[in-house]
Every structure is written in structure tokens, then in C-alpha cells.
């Protein structure tokens, strides 16, 4: 029922930028958050970033002052801008949503297929 497509990902050196941008779609009543999380090889998936519809981000203490999230609310999507990358930065990048289809308000928690950021020399 809803498909979120992520894209933007790839490699860059370090100290370089990369922009996400994530898009949700079909049937969709009310998005309530937005948001980035990130899985690097052999570590456990992570919260980047995330919004609360009509709120403020909320970032993770590793990536605060070099990323920024925001959202389109009317097209449903986010981006993620991605500044001052290092290494360890290095993961697949994966959009959540959490969406509600129906007039009730009960959400479901939407995932994208992720992106693949490098960062690199």
C-alpha cells in the first residue's frame, strides 16, 4: 500500500556532502514521522535523523551539526543533508515513515529498500 524510494546515496571522500531524499507513496491518510536510520557493516541499524510532523528534528549525538533533516510535508517526503562525511559515516542509509491509511489514525511503520553511502579516499 505505501512504498518509500530512497536515493541520493554513493561515494564520497571525506569531508565531502551527499543529499537523501526519500519519497513515500499510494495510499496515504496521515505521516506523523519521517526519518533517516543508517546500518553500517557487522553494527546494528541506527537512528540518524528523524521529524514529527509540523515538529522539530531530532538527530543523533555522532551526526548533530553535520546533517540536516528536513521534510516536504505536502509531497510526503525528507531528505537528509549529509556534510563534513567521514569514514565512519559509511552504511546503508534507510528512510522510514510511520503512515497511517485509514480515516482511523493507526500507524504503520514504512521502510525503504535503503541507499549505499561511502565515504572514502
Known amino acids: 500500500q505505501v512504498q518509500l524510494v530512497e536515493s541520493g546515496g554513493g561515494l564520497v571522500q571525506p569531508g565531502g556532502s551527499l543529499r537523501l531524499s526519500c519519497v513515500a507513496s499510494g495510499t496515504i491518510f496521515s505521516t506523523y514521522v519521517m526519518g533517516w536510520y543508517r546500518q553500517a557493516p557487522g553494527k546494528q541499524r541506527e537512528l540518524v535523523a528523524a521529524m514529527v510532523t509540523g515538529g522539530s528534528p531530532s538527530y543523533a549525538h555522532s551526526v548533530k551539526g553535520r546533517f540536516t533533516i528536513s521534510r516536504d510535508e505536502p509531497k510526503n517526503a525528507v531528505y537528509l543533508q549529509m556534510d563534513s562525511l567521514n569514514p565512519e559515516d559509511t552504511a546503508v542509509y534507510y528512510c522510514?515513515?510511520?503512515?497511517?491509511?485509514?480515516?482511523?489514525?493507526?500507524?504503520?511503520?514504512?521502510w525503504g529498500k535503503g541507499t549505499e553511502v561511502t565515504v572514502s579516499s
Open positions: 522510514q515513515a510511520a503512515i497511517s491509511t485509514n480515516i482511523f489514525g493507526i500507524a504503520t511503520d514504512y
